[in-house]
């Protein structure tokens, strides 16, 4: 089947949220808080967007980038049936692309897949920080 990739700023909360639920990533993400997430979409300023030829969202890259040295990719999520097509790896090419080659690319890799990036080359930085959230 085909996919068509685009760059969807308006991509609708609950689409988002299903795809999460398909991915494996909502246990990871507060998808029980359509508010929250819609949010977490509005200030996205590059979500990149994968749909089969019937317009059903398999995947996506939402992004916070400045353009120029830096693109944070919060969420890289393919529907658990669409994995292992090639899927991922677009939607990262074409979220750096949007980004820019002057871009650093980063993302914090969910547990258990930390070797899927590496194979898509990917570098893993030691020394990354960072502070939690409280909820």
Known sequence: MT?????????????????????????????????????????????????????????????????????????LAVDRKWQGQGIGRELVRRSRDAAGEGATFLLLAAPGVEEYYLKSGFEKFETCYGIRRKH
């Open 3 to 75: 996919v068509l990739y685009n760059v969807e700023n308006d991509l609708p909360p609950e689409q988002f949220i299903d795809v999460l639920l398909r991915s494996g990533l909502a246990p990871r993400r507060p998808v029980d808080q359509s508010e929250r997430i819609a949010t977490m979409l509005e200030n996205a300023n590059l979500v990149v967007t994968a749909r089969n030829s019937d317009g059903l969202l398999v995947g996506v890259s939402r992004c916070l980038t400045d353009f120029a040295f830096v693109c944070y990719c919060s969420d």
